[in-house]
């Protein structure tokens, strides 16, 4: 093969790389529009989404969590090696939040399950006003 045809070809696959990358962030959209119109009544419910890179696998996981029960009433993932992994619905994460990182299978989605539970710690903390030390209060100026 000579470099003009090999140059085309490495062209091509990034192409398609990033045809298919566009695909998957349509359908991160979608599956995040979706669960915010089913779940989106109830102000104590809560969206997340978490995610894991790999070398050779990653996982994006999105969960709606009731933070006043603690419970995960709905999650899907993405997990794989390649452009044309799919979102799937993950039965084995519904049920206690405490207990979902343990019940999630393989190590990046175990990872990215952590990720959403530290964000719903954060929109739990807005939602009650309580603010983190290391970060002041953006409304409120310093005391000089």
């Given amino acids: 093969m000579d470099t003009g045809r090999f140059a085309l070809f490495l062209l091509g696959a990034l192409l398609l790389s990033g045809l298919f990358?566009?695909?998957?962030?349509?359908?991160?959209?979608?599956?995040?529009?979706?669960?915010?119109?089913?779940f989106g009544g109830n102000s104590a419910h809560v969206l997340v989404s978490g995610r894991s890179k790999g070398i050779l696998r990653g996982a994006v996981v999105v969960l709606v969590i009731d933070s006043i029960d603690q419970e995960v009433l709905a999650a899907e993932a993405m997990v794989g090696r390649s452009v044309l992994a799919k979102f799937r619905v993950r039965a084995e994460l519904l049920g206690s939040a405490r207990s979902v990182v343990e019940r999630a299978t393989g190590k990046s989605m175990k990872k990215a399950v952590q990720g959403c539970l530290e964000q719903a710690e954060i929109v739990?903390?807005?939602?009650?006003?309580?603010?983190?030390?290391?970060?002041?209060?953006?409304?409120?100026?310093?005391?000089?």
């Fill in 21 to 38: 990358s566009y695909f998957q962030q349509r359908a991160y959209t979608g599956v995040t529009r979706r669960l915010a119109q089913q």
């Fill in 124 to 144: 739990r903390r807005k939602g009650t006003g309580t603010r983190s030390p290391s970060r002041p209060d953006p409304a409120r100026p310093e005391p000089a």
